[in-house]
């Protein structure tokens, strides 16, 4: 005779759906694949109760929802969870894993999934810093090419800059125009590139375009959440080396002597 599933365990269904929800958005469909993944197929959730679960969970503002297009080119409701809710998940874990360790009797200790993959998860902090400094550095390198390619304006508008400031453009102006130059090429580079970012972002998570051993990491494909406090960050540092990168041009444009330049023309 089979044996039957188990049946969710009232006040359970909503935590166990933010768990699900905290490694990747998902919709209902899948929500209810990966409990019964995660259980090995011994949780019995139904869609008649997963459903009113996640409604109770939209009404407390613990996750999100938003319509997305499915792989199968169906449009599906997706949730994810917030930051109130992975609050909320962190408070009852530590709840619910005395009350199984209770249950369970001695011999058997409960480890959440974050302390068994603890090597896993220092190695993705380690990772992150390492891209942070790999964008940082060609940020930089990108500076240098708009400085280099300033002061070879400068040099190659010797001319022109002398008869503008033969005819009463200020010091201040021509300074001015050099800054703004270099400022739109970096503004130019960094939207395009936020354009960019988000788009495989967006088309990452929603095709799942990276797949992963679920036996190892967890999860079958590799997320992607596209942060706008990140891009806000990148974009304020891009702008800000590209902006110190046009004073050293600027000075020297303003430095050139119209006498001089004007001299055998």
């Known amino acids: 005779m089979a044996e039957r599933n188990l049946q969710v365990l009232p006040g359970t269904l909503e935590m166990l ?3 699900v929800l905290a490694a990747v958005p998902e919709h ?3 929500i209810g694949q990966r409990l019964q993944q995660a259980s090995r197929g011994a949780l019995d959730v139904n869609q008649g109760s997963l459903y009113p679960a996640l409604q109770r969970l939209l009404e407390r503002g613990w996750i999100k929802s938003e319509w997305r297009v499915t792989e199968s080119g169906r449009r599906a409701r997706y949730y994810r969870v917030t930051a109130s809710g992975l609050r909320q998940l962190k408070k009852q874990r530590g709840s619910w894993a005395r ?3 209770a249950v369970a009797g001695e011999g058997f200790v409960a480890t959440p999934w974050m302390e068994m993959h603890q090597s896993l998860f220092r190695v993705l902090r380690l990772e ?15 500076g ?6 300033l002061v070879m304006l400068t040099l190659e508008k010797r001319r022109d800059i002398a008869v503008l400031m033969s005819l009463g453009a200020r010091a201040a ?3 001015r125009i050099f800054m703004l130059h270099g400022v739109a090429i970096g503004a130019l580079g960094t939207l395009s590139g936020l354009v960019l970012g988000f788009a495989v972002a967006v088309l990452g998570g929603r095709y799942r375009i990276f797949s992963l051993d679920p036996q190892v990491y967890g999860i079958d494909y ?7 406090l990140d891009a806000l960050a990148i974009a304020a540092v891009a702008l800000l080396i590209s902006f110190a990168a046009t004073i050293y041009p600027a000075r020297r444009a303003t430095r ?6 004007l001299r055998y023309e």
């Open 222 to 228: 590799l997320p992607f959440r596209a942060s706008p």
């Open 256 to 261: 050139i002597h119209p006498v001089e330049v």
């Open 99 to 101: 009350q199984v360790e």
């Open 128 to 142: 992150k810093l390492v891209t942070a400094l790999f964008i940082g550095l060609i940020v930089l390198v990108a």
């Open 28 to 30: 209902g469909w899948g």
């Open 144 to 149: 240098l090419n708009i400085l280099i390619l």
């Open 17 to 19: 759906v933010l768990n």
């Open 173 to 175: 102006q021509v300074q």
